[in-house]
C-alpha cells in the first residue's frame, strides 16, 4: 500500500510540478514564484519520504528472511535499483522465520 500512495502521489505531483514551471516562466527566462513553490513541494516530499521508502525495502527483505542491509544495492549505479526490484517482488518465506512470523498466515489459533 505504500509503494501505490507513493507512486499516485509521484503521478499527480510530477506534472503538475512540470505544469507550473512550464506556465510560469517570465519573459526574461526566470521562474515566477509559483514554479519555484512547486519544485520546493516536489522536494520535500520526495525527502520527508526517503526514510520510509528504506524501511518498507528492508521489511520486504525480511519477509524473506533476508538481511535488510540489501537494500544498500540501490547504491550500485545502474543496476542496483534493478536488482532491488527484483529482489522485493519475489514471494517471502512461507511461516515463520527469523525476523518474526509470516503476515500472511497469521497467529496460531485465531
Known amino acids: 500500500m ?3 500512495f507513493h507512486t499516485l502521489l ?6 503538475l510540478c512540470i505544469a507550473a514551471i512550464l506556465a510560469t516562466r517570465n519573459g526574461d527566462g526566470s521562474m515566477s514564484g509559483i514554479g519555484i513553490v512547486s519544485i520546493i513541494v516536489v522536494v520535500l516530499v520526495s525527502l520527508a519520504l526517503i526514510v520510509p521508502s528504506l524501511a518498507v525495502q ?3 527483505f525480511h519477509d524473506q528472511d533476508k538481511s535488510g542491509w ?4 540501490n547504491l550500485i549505479p545502474s543496476i542496483g535499483g534493478l536488482i532491488v526490484l527484483v529482489m522485493l517482488c519475489m514471494e517471502g518465506t512461507y511461516g515463520a ?3 518474526g512470523p509470516d503476515p500472511k498466515v497469521g497467529e ?3
Open 2 to 4: 505504500f509503494v501505490l
Open 58 to 60: 528492508a521489511r520486504r
Open 10 to 15: 509521484l503521478i499527480v505531483m510530477v506534472p
Open 70 to 73: 540489501l537494500v544498500l544495492l
Open 97 to 99: 522465520n527469523r525476523y
Open 108 to 110: 496460531p489459533g485465531h
